[in-house]
């Protein structure tokens, strides 16, 4: 008999990680209908950035997306079933050796290198579609300059790549005051001329908010999707995501006791504690030790004490009324006093390394 049999799968788990699956596909329409008339797809790669893919897509497509990058092929082949023959899944890290075989039924390389697309023309002859990625400048993917003009010189090889569209990505679209964006811009209008015929895809979601010179003919959002803050310009963009994890147990110390690992925090008087059931095997990191970020009850914040561990921490729950709280209580950490950006800022990242971090012991509900 299985240990949490009879159970509930919320009473049994650490926490509570709530989806806004309509918060989700709201953004999506918000963001489709800025950019219109380009065509808006959903980055879902990362297990849809730790939010679940396999339960997002149908409600993405419901909604009219067609479009759906992921990463690898296996995140392509756990969705491809999900979803009808009319969506286009488009795998970001190119041609791998040995893998054109696996593409098809709607599954489409990102070409990144001038050996890719010699690769993927040998192996299509131009019967299977593609996706050129050239580099404007970021020096991650994509054909640099030499790369593009080689191509074009060769029509035939280009005819052969079955290239359906041109794409590049912006690498400080989230500093609108920066001048890379506008350099960007020009590269890849450059890069466009060199390879003629091709449809257009420059941003993402930070990418959408500069305006629509920067739409072409297909928009690439991933972040704005899940609710994080991706530029100061955005507008429109719900939250998506409730995080309330348990008490796992109550106690008062005395004035110089010590709390957690290294004893990096002692108390300067009568303290009272809530010691609560998540910790950085969670994705609550060590980096929000010693009070970078907390828990709320209601409108009291509740500062952490001492070390994060890997399946707990403590926060200060003096300044609640005693008898408040009961072990098994939920607490927020991700919900409307504090979202993902703001425990990105305590910990000196952004809200995309918050939410792709969050664990699997959660219960999960999609709203």
């Given at each position: 008999?299985?240990?949490?049999?009879?159970?509930?799968?919320?009473?049994?788990?650490?926490?509570?990680?709530?989806?806004?699956?309509?918060?989700?596909?709201?953004?999506w329409r918000s963001l489709?209908?800025?950019?219109?008339?380009?065509?808006?797809?959903?980055?879902?790669?990362?297990?849809?950035?730790?939010?679940?893919?396999?339960?997002?897509?149908?409600?993405?497509?419901?909604?009219?997306?067609?479009?759906?990058?992921?990463?690898?092929?296996?995140?392509?082949?756990?969705?491809r079933p999900l979803l009808?023959?009319?969506?286009?899944?488009?795998?970001?890290?190119?041609?791998?050796?040995?893998?054109?075989?696996?593409?098809?039924?709607?599954?489409?390389?990102?070409?990144?290198?001038?050996?890719?697309?010699?690769?993927?023309?040998?192996?299509?002859?131009?019967?299977?579609?593609?996706?050129?990625?050239?580099?404007?400048?970021?020096?991650?993917?994509?054909?640099?300059?030499?790369?593009?003009?080689?191509?074009?010189?060769?029509?035939?090889?280009?005819?052969?790549?079955?290239?359906?569209?041109?794409?590049?990505?912006?690498?400080?679209?989230?500093?609108?005051?920066?001048?890379?964006?506008?350099?960007?811009?020009?590269?890849?209008?450059?890069?466009?001329?060199?390879?003629?015929?091709?449809?257009?895809?420059?941003?993402?979601?930070?990418?959408?908010?500069?305006?629509?010179?920067?739409?072409?003919?297909?928009?690439?959002?991933?972040?704005?999707?899940?609710?994080?803050?991706?530029?100061?310009?955005?507008?429109?963009?719900?939250?998506?995501?409730?995080?309330?994890?348990?008490?796992?147990?109550?106690?008062?110390?005395?004035?110089?006791?010590?709390?957690?690992?290294?004893?990096?925090?002692?108390?300067?008087?009568?303290?009272?504690?809530?010691?609560?059931?998540?910790?950085?095997?969670?994705?609550?990191?060590?980096?929000?030790?010693?009070?970078?970020?907390?828990?709320?009850?209601?409108?009291?914040?509740?500062?952490?004490?001492?070390?994060?561990?890997?399946?707990?921490?403590?926060?200060?729950?003096?300044?609640?009324?005693?008898?408040?709280?009961?072990?098994?209580?939920?607490?927020?950490?991700?919900?409307?006093?504090?979202?993902?950006?703001?425990?990105?800022?305590?910990?000196?990242?952004?809200?995309?390394?918050?939410?792709?971090?969050?664990?699997?012991?959660?219960?999960?509900?999609?709203?």
């Amino acid at each position: 008999m299985s240990a949490s049999e009879g159970v509930s799968g919320a009473a049994a788990a650490g926490g509570i990680l709530t989806i806004g699956v309509e918060a989700i596909v709201a953004n999506w329409r918000s963001l489709a209908a800025r950019v219109a008339p380009a065509r808006s797809a959903a980055v879902v790669k990362a297990d849809a950035y730790g939010l679940g893919a396999t339960l997002l897509v149908g409600p993405l497509y419901e909604a009219g997306c067609r479009d759906f990058f992921v990463v690898t092929l296996s995140e392509a082949g756990a969705i491809r079933p999900l979803l009808p023959r009319d969506a286009t899944i488009y795998v970001l890290n190119g041609l791998m050796p040995g893998t054109a075989a696996a593409y098809g039924d709607g599954v489409l390389p990102v070409l990144n290198s001038l050996s890719q697309c010699r690769a993927w023309a040998e192996a299509s002859r131009g019967s299977r579609p593609s996706v050129i990625q050239v580099d404007t400048g970021m020096s991650r993917l994509g054909l640099d300059v030499a790369e593009q003009q080689a191509l074009a010189d060769e029509p035939g090889l280009l005819a052969a790549t079955g290239g359906r569209l041109v794409m590049s990505h912006l690498a400080c679209a989230d500093e609108p005051d920066k001048p890379a964006s506008g350099e960007q811009l020009a590269a890849f209008r450059a890069a466009r001329a060199r390879l003629p015929g091709l449809a257009g895809s420059l941003s993402a979601s930070s990418g959408i908010f500069l305006g629509p010179d920067y739409h072409f003919d297909l928009t690439r959002p991933g972040a704005a999707l899940y609710g994080i803050e991706t530029s100061p310009l955005a507008t429109g963009i719900k939250p998506v995501v409730d995080l309330r994890v348990r008490v796992a147990q109550l106690r008062e110390i005395e004035t110089g006791t010590s709390v957690g690992y290294g004893y990096t925090f002692r108390a300067s008087r009568t303290t009272r504690l809530a010691t609560l059931a998540t910790g950085y095997a969670d994705g609550w990191w060590r980096r929000f030790s010693g009070g970078a970020a907390a828990a709320f009850h209601g409108d009291t914040r509740l500062p952490s004490v001492g070390r994060v561990s890997m399946d707990s921490f403590s926060v200060d729950i003096s300044a609640l009324p005693v008898g408040t709280l009961a072990e098994g209580d939920l607490l927020e950490l991700i919900g409307p006093h504090q979202s993902a950006d703001d425990l990105a800022r305590a910990a000196g990242t952004i809200g995309y390394e918050v939410l792709t971090s969050l664990g699997r012991r959660y219960h999960r509900v999609y709203r």
